[in-house]
């Protein structure tokens, strides 16, 4: 098979093509979460939602267009050919055998399979429990459904590395008389790819307090610079029957706006139930697109787009740590491991500015800098920063920063 040479470098013109990243910037609908408009003489550079500003795999669009040519799109169940795709790249990328059709579940998005999930171990009002920084969805799915967020955080080492607090897990589970808790790996905002020493500490902590365990392993392919993934599900028996794990291909090949999750559990009982509340759901059904799309990602070709594309990820994630290191003074942040978010942590800088977060923002936004206020994350001295550009575009936004930062 003849594999195609892909191009991220060369700049796509997203304006006008349903990207809330680009159209959505001073968007009034958006107030408070997106971008303003840049003064005049700045173009935006989208650096705020979490999706790529690169052309999806031509597995994908060729998937689609294949399934298009047939003029009939009534009702259907998903082919043995998405579960064995499915299968495939689990094989393939995370290295986990023996999965099953019956324990792969469709989902409309992580965040649904999240919900039916918190459903089948807690009640509103209930608590549960969250690393903080926090992914503001899942902040939005938890409290807007009525459940109590209780927040461990994550403490920078020494070397400014993200560390989960087991003992303030394993205090605050107690307390609070917790029965779930969401885990996130890759984490999201912080970038922080957990080392199967840490999961498995983590799961044991979950393990003795009988505290079932929602995983978010939507960024489990985006790993940079080497680092490795281990899913939660492998680090013990515990985990493999009381982990409820939640992927997509929606972040990997940019495939969003599609919309298609899955869900993989492999004790039967947590399973059904969950499945039992996702199908009393009535939006909770699959897009016939959304499966060729899987079907067309989780492919030959598209782990060649992908190994691809890592490189240039990785590459944006060190650029923008040496400007970190460099030339943004009083500024921090983790060298990104997986994802391709990056958590600024401007505190030192605003202090010995005497700026507020919210005016650092704006200034960042007046010259162009679409990033995002990292108090939506529960980190309330950062920014949030997208590194899923061309790398002459990262170049070019912390050219900027520089420029008004210092």
Not at 57 to 85: C, L, M, Q
Not at 186 to 196: E, I, S
Not at 253 to 260: D, K, Q, S, V
Request: proline share 4%; aromatic share 12%.
């Amino acid at each position: 098979m003849c594999f195609k040479k892909y191009d991220f470098e060369t700049l796509i013109d997203r304006r006008g093509h349903d990207a809330i990243s680009i159209d959505g910037i001073g968007n009034p609908n958006f107030k408070g979460f997106a971008p303003d408009k840049a003064k005049e003489g700045f173009d935006p550079i989208p650096m705020w939602v979490a999706d790529m500003n690169f052309p999806t795999a031509d597995s994908v669009t060729e998937a689609i267009i294949e399934r298009a040519k047939h003029p009939a799109f009534g009702y259907f169940e998903p082919s043995d050919e998405y579960y064995e795709a499915i299968k495939y790249w689990h094989k393939l990328r995370k290295h986990t055998d023996g999965i099953k059709k019956e324990y792969i579940g469709y989902e409309n998005g992580v965040l649904g399979g999240v919900l039916s999930a918190l459903k089948v171990f807690a009640a509103p009002g209930d608590a549960v429990l969250l690393h903080s920084p926090t992914y503001v969805g899942f902040t939005e799915v938890v409290s807007g459904n009525g459940y109590h967020i209780v927040h461990s955080p994550l403490i920078r080492d020494e070397g400014g590395a993200w560390r989960m607090d087991y003992e303030d897990m394993d205090r605050k589970i107690k307390e609070n008389h917790i029965h779930v808790a969401i885990f996130c790996n890759p984490h999201n905002p912080c970038g922080r790819v957990w080392t199967k020493e840490e999961i498995t500490r983590a799961m044991e902590v979950y393990e003795k307090n009988n505290c079932a365990v929602i995983s978010d392993e939507i960024w489990s392919d985006l790993m940079m610079n080497g680092n490795s993934y281990t899913p939660a599900q492998s680090v013990s028996e515990w985990a493999h029957d009381n982990v409820m794990a939640f992927y997509a291909p929606s972040k990997t090949f940019n495939l969003a706006g599609l919309i298609g999750a899955y869900h993989i559990i492999y004790n039967k009982t947590i399973r059904e139930r969950v499945q039992g509340i996702s199908s009393k759901l009535v939006y909770n059904s699959m897009n016939v697109f959304s499966e060729h799309a899987l079907i067309g990602a989780y492919s030959e070709e598209g782990n060649n787009w992908l190994s691809q594309l890592l490189p240039v990820l990785s590459e944006n994630v060190n650029v923008a740590d040496d400007y970190v290191r460099n030339k943004l003074d009083g500024v921090t942040a983790f060298k990104t491991e997986g994802t391709y978010m990056m958590l600024l942590d401007c505190e030192e800088y605003l202090k010995s500015h005497n700026m507020t977060r919210d005016e650092l923002i704006k200034k960042g936004w007046d010259y162009g800098v679409g990033w995002q206020d990292g108090s939506l994350f529960n980190a309330p001295y950062s920014i949030r920063l997208n590194l899923a550009s061309p790398t002459a575009r990262i170049k070019e936004a912390f050219d900027r920063m520089v420029s008004f930062m210092n």
